[in-house]
């Protein structure tokens, strides 16, 4: 037999950043209300859940990267969307939010949750903003709070 250690999808009692970018703040405000709603059903408390604006998705990690420094939070939810058809640097943007929201919670054991939509349409990115493939601000919400706990756990 095994010990297994896992997070549990409660968010009593965790405190939460979420920075999310305003460029396509058409889709990137339901992200937002896709989160704050996965939180609230999941226990966390309105004063544990702070929301941080940036331009646009190049923006996150810098923001997340202050965020973690504060040593306030159990986890950042990042949120964007980065679409193709709009952009001729698509890969810049998209790839520097990858990495660089990578690179934050490797460098600070501050779990970063990424709920940065990269599609090629509008319409997909409406698809996973609330649509009919889900919300992605939803699960990344629901992945904070897993890796929230699970980082709580693996300390002690
Ligand atoms: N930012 C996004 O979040 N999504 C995009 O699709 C996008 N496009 O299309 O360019 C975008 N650009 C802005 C970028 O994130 C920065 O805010 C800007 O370059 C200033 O640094």
């Given at each position: 037999?095994?010990?297994?250690?896992?997070?549990?999808?409660?968010?009593?009692?965790?405190?939460?950043?979420?920075?999310?970018?305003r460029?396509?703040?058409?889709?990137?405000?339901?992200?937002?209300?896709?989160?704050?709603?996965?939180?609230?059903?999941?226990?966390?408390?309105?004063?544990?859940?702070?929301?941080?604006?940036?331009?646009?998705?190049?923006?996150?990690?810098?923001?997340?990267?202050a965020?973690?420094?504060?040593?306030?939070?159990?986890?950042?939810?990042?949120?964007?969307?980065?679409?193709?058809?709009?952009?001729?640097?698509?890969?810049?943007?998209?790839?520097?939010?990858?990495?660089?929201?990578?690179a934050?919670?490797?460098?600070?054991?501050?779990?970063?949750?990424?709920?940065?939509?990269?599609?090629?349409?509008?319409?997909?990115?409406?698809?996973?903003?609330?649509?009919?493939?889900?919300?992605?601000?939803?699960?990344?919400?629901?992945?904070?709070?897993?890796?929230?706990?699970?980082?709580?756990?693996?300390?002690?």
């Open positions: 037999m095994s010990q297994v250690t896992e997070g549990n999808l409660d968010a009593r009692g965790l405190k939460f950043a979420i920075v999310v970018a460029f396509n703040s058409f889709i990137t405000d339901r992200l937002l209300a896709g989160a704050e709603d996965a939180l609230k059903r999941s226990g966390a408390a309105a004063e544990d859940v702070e929301v941080v604006r940036v331009p646009g998705s190049w923006e996150l990690p810098m923001a997340a990267k965020l973690a420094a504060q040593k306030r939070f159990d986890a950042i939810i990042a949120l964007g969307a980065v679409i193709r058809g709009e952009t001729p640097h698509f890969d810049h943007v998209a790839g520097q939010a990858a990495s660089g929201l990578a934050v919670q490797a460098e600070t054991g501050v779990p970063v949750a990424f709920g940065v939509l990269t599609t090629n349409t509008v319409e997909q990115a409406i698809d996973r903003a609330g649509g009919k493939s889900g919300n992605k601000g939803f699960d990344a919400a629901m992945t904070a709070i897993e890796m929230g706990d699970l980082m709580r756990r693996l300390r002690k």
